[in-house]
Structures are given as C-alpha cells and as structure tokens.
C-alpha cells in the first residue's frame, strides 16, 4: 500500500496589492511614467523634468487614479519629482536601485518604468526611509555645513604645503595651524612680517613649545609665489569660516522652527561632560536645542557631541516611528552584522558596506569613546579590541552606543554611565560564572589561585 500524497494548493501566483500604482524612470531631460494597462489608453507616457512638467505628470497620474508612485533614487533627479508627487497627495516610494537590477533585460526607459509599475503592484518594493520634511529641511541644511567644512578643510591642506615649500615648519611646534596662535602666525606673514622672533612673540600661553623653539621653526625660505599660494588659501579659508557661520544661523532658525516635544520640559541638568571646545562644532546652544525637540539629553552619552547628535537626529528624526525594535534601527545603520547562513550554519558574518551618514556619525562617536579611560564604552572597546581587533571593537562599540542612543530616545530615559570600573567588576563575575559551570559539566571545580 503506498503513502498517502498530501493534496498539495495550487500556486496563485503574485496577487495584486496596489492596483492604483505608478512607475517611473526618472533622467536628467525626460520621465518616463507607467500605470496600470486599465488605468488609461497609453499607459505609458514621456514627460520633461521642468516644473510645469512635473505639475502635467501630477496631473496625468490623477487622472489615471493613481495612488502611490515608486521611482529610482537616481542621483537627486528625483528630489523635485518627489516633494511635488507628495505635496499633490500621492504616496511616494523611492527605491533602492539595487532591488530593481537582479533580473537582467529591460535596456529601455519604458521597459524600466513598466518594470518598476509591475513590482510595486505586487508589493515587491520597499521604499527608502525619509524623515517628516522639516526634519529633512534641516537635515538638509547640516549635510550643507558639512559640505564647507570639508572644503576648507582642502584650504588648510594648501596652508600646510605652502609653508611647507618655505620650510617653515609650523607644523612641528603646534598641534592646529588654524588655531588661535597658528592664524595669528600666519596672517603676520601674510601681512609682511618675516622675523621669527616678533612672529613668535604672537604665541599663546598655552603652548607647549616655547618662543624660541617657534622662532627656530619659522626661519624659512620666503619666497614670492609661496607666499601668493599662502596668501590664497587663507583667503579661501576665511571665506568658508563665513560661510559656516552663516549656515550656523539657518540651523538655529531651523531648530527654532521645530515643535517641541511637550510645552514644559524639566530644567536642562548640567553638563555631564567638559565641553571640547571644537573649532568645528555650531555656534549656536545645539544642546538646548536638542533637548527642547527630543526631551532627552542625548549628549550625556559617552563619545557624542553636539555635532554628532544634531546629524543623527537629523538623518532618523527625533522620535525613531519609523523603526520598531532596536535591531532594525541598528541593521538600518549599516552597524548590525549580516549573517550568511546555510543549512542552519553561520558561513560568515560581516556588515554590509553603507554611505548612512547616522552610522558614520556613530563610527566617529565610538572612536572619542574608545580613548574615555573611565566610561562604560571605552571599557567596552578595550575588551573587544582584544578579542577582535581595533576595526571590528570600532564597529562593536557603534553598535553598542547605537542601542543605547536607540532606548534613551525611545523610552525618554536619562543615560547613566556604569563606569568603567564597574563594568569591568560585571564582565569578570560574569566570566567567572561561566567557567563555574564549564568545570562543573566537566566534573571539576573551579578553585581560586592563592
């Protein structure tokens, strides 16, 4: 007698989610927009990227009874097309191109905007996280800032060569050249002056090298051209300084612009932390600020600043709706480890490659951590790095901040900083436990050394 065959269901195949939808391929000059074959006689249809156009796409879409659009996110050809769809009432996916490219073919634009109308249909597609748009407003204005700071960056580096070629060696006797002695320095030469004693007599008390050991360094070969190049670089970096400060202003008039999260908030504790003083950070009180929009002071977290915070609330918004659980917040950010398992073995474990802004913003907060001899994420650092190396105990100790930044956020609860001291007492007892009951399945007993 054989075995009895289960009936096995009959594949429906992909059922229809978004019957409304749209899909468009978006260039420089033309757009290319699909609707369902139902929905209008041509459904598929040219259009320009000037802002009448984009108004005629809105139109035709409505009168097609579209609901919601996916469309690539192909350079910033699809900001405007994007803020116009979603001010005209349309739900707007952007999608990552990587998820439209495993299947090969479709070398057209109008095969492309079919493509991406027939997925999103089915409900294949998932769109790109974005912030509320004021939050995008101001996020926009800090990815600006950051902008000018790396071009006068390049203006420093000119800086450093020119006096270079004079051998003039700033360098080696202070720590920053566009610190208050260094620009002091360098706008005298600038100026005219080229005896080493009278430029080293600008120096600031607390300067480690002193008068002489400068005015031996700033004896150097001026020579004309290197001084024009000197004289150009300063110019440009003063330049951006001006910018950055205007750009400041916008910010603070931004933060001023967003809601609050209650009407009254318990008074701002004291700083948890001595300020650094970065010649980089905003001028404005980014910490009240912050505070007034989140209602948590997200500074008093080892390793982050006012700089870093202000970008990763900008890039996540201030309340993480869009994130559930701390896991999909950390796996967003490019922090979590990705695991290829098969057959119910881990093959290898890495994270993925990422350009998220928030994720390097916690990099960066985990490298000033690591070097904290006393708070619990310098402690953490310090057994990683052990078990794993520097590179990966940096990516550990992001993600580790980034759980944390995730429940003080989400839960409105005060960081408190176990200490280094005392997070070392736990991880010991914790490891003592462990070797306990290794030897106890074992049959032995763990005695401590005299």
Not at 45 to 59: C, I, N, R
Not at 135 to 159: D, N, P, S, W
Not at 183 to 197: D, F, K, M, S, T
Not at 291 to 317: C, H, M, R, W
């Amino acid at each position: 007698m054989g075995r009895r065959q289960t009936p096995v269901p009959a594949w429906e195949g992909l059922k229809v989610i978004h019957p409304n939808a749209a899909g468009l391929d978006i260039g420089s000059e033309e757009i290319w927009a699909a609707v369902a074959p139902a929905a209008a006689p041509a459904a598929v249809s040219k259009f320009g990227t000037f802002t009448p156009d984009l108004h005629t796409l809105a139109d035709w879409l409505a009168a097609c009874g579209v609901d919601t659009v996916a469309m690539e996110s192909t350079g910033v050809y699809w900001i405007p097309v994007y803020e116009i769809l979603e001010a005209r009432g349309f739900q707007v996916y952007v999608v990552n191109a990587c998820h439209l490219k495993n299947v090969p073919g479709r070398k057209s634009d109008i095969q492309d905007c079919q493509w991406i109308q027939g997925l999103h249909s089915v409900g294949l597609l998932r769109g790109s996280f974005r912030p509320a748009a004021e939050i995008v407003a101001l996020r926009a204005y800090l990815r600006h800032r950051a902008a000018l700071l790396e071009y006068r960056a390049a203006h420093i580096q000119h800086m450093q060569k020119a006096l270079q070629q004079m051998n003039v060696q700033l360098t080696q006797v202070l720590t920053d050249i566009t610190g208050v002695t260094g620009l002091a320095i360098i706008r005298a030469i600038v100026a005219g002056e080229r005896n080493p004693q009278q430029l080293a007599a600008l120096r600031q008390r607390n300067c480690k090298q002193n008068e002489e050991t400068i005015a031996k360094a700033l004896t150097g070969n001026y020579r004309r051209e290197h001084l024009f190049a000197l004289q150009q670089a300063l110019a440009l970096y003063d330049f951006y300084t001006e910018q950055v400060q205007d750009c400041d202003v916008e910010i603070a008039h931004q933060f001023a612009n967003l809601k609050p999260i209650a009407d009254e908030l318990p008074p701002l504790p004291p700083p948890a932390k001595a300020d650094s003083h970065s010649k980089n950070g905003p001028n404005y009180d980014a910490r009240t600020l912050l505070y007034q929009l989140t209602g948590v002071d997200l500074l008093a977290i080892p390793g982050l600043n006012a700089s870093t915070v202000q970008t990763i609330i900008a890039e996540v918004g201030p309340n993480l709706e869009a994130f559930p659980t701390e896991k999909e917040f950390c796996s967003w950010l490019g922090l979590a480890p990705h695991n290829d398992i098969s057959g119910g073995k881990r093959l290898r474990s890495r994270t993925l490659k990422t350009h998220n802004r928030a994720g390097q913003a916690f990099r960066m907060a985990a490298h000033a951590a690591a070097k904290t001899p006393r708070s619990v994420f310098g402690a953490f650092y310090r057994r990683m790095k052990g078990r794993l190396g520097a590179k990966q105990a940096l990516v550990a100790t992001a993600h580790k901040m980034a759980r944390a930044f995730y429940f003080v956020l989400k839960h409105r609860v005060p960081f408190h900083d176990l200490g280094g001291d005392e997070y070392e007492r736990i991880a010991n007892e914790r490891e003592q436990k462990n070797l306990q009951k290794r030897a106890a399945k074992l049959g032995m007993v763990l005695v401590p050394a005299t």
